[in-house]
């Protein structure tokens, strides 16, 4: 598996799990505060997603050009 490849499954598990703690701590009348605790770390998982989804695509594109160039022989200007 690719480094890309990890963290592009990296960044999907956390938009998923994300959401899913996001959505399930819901409002149980919690008076401790997990609940809201919960909430605030799957909200943090999916917005750090984003960004890193964003990396890995921006990553691809641009080694997908160098590779491109390598295999048609152009030489990296310097």
């Given at each position: 598996m690719t480094p890309?490849?990890?963290?592009?499954?990296l960044a999907?598990?956390?938009?998923?799990v994300?959401?899913?703690l996001?959505?399930?701590p819901?409002?149980?009348g919690d008076s401790t505060g997990a609940a809201e605790m919960v909430w605030r770390v799957?909200?943090?998982?999916v917005y750090a997603s984003?960004?890193?989804a964003l990396a890995v695509a921006v990553g691809s594109l641009v080694a997908g050009c160098?590779?491109?160039r390598r295999l048609s022989g152009e030489r990296p200007s310097h």
């Open positions: 890309s490849t990890r963290l592009a499954v999907g598990l956390l938009f998923s994300g959401w899913i996001v959505l399930v819901g409002d149980g799957g909200g943090i998982m984003v960004p890193l160098f590779h491109r």
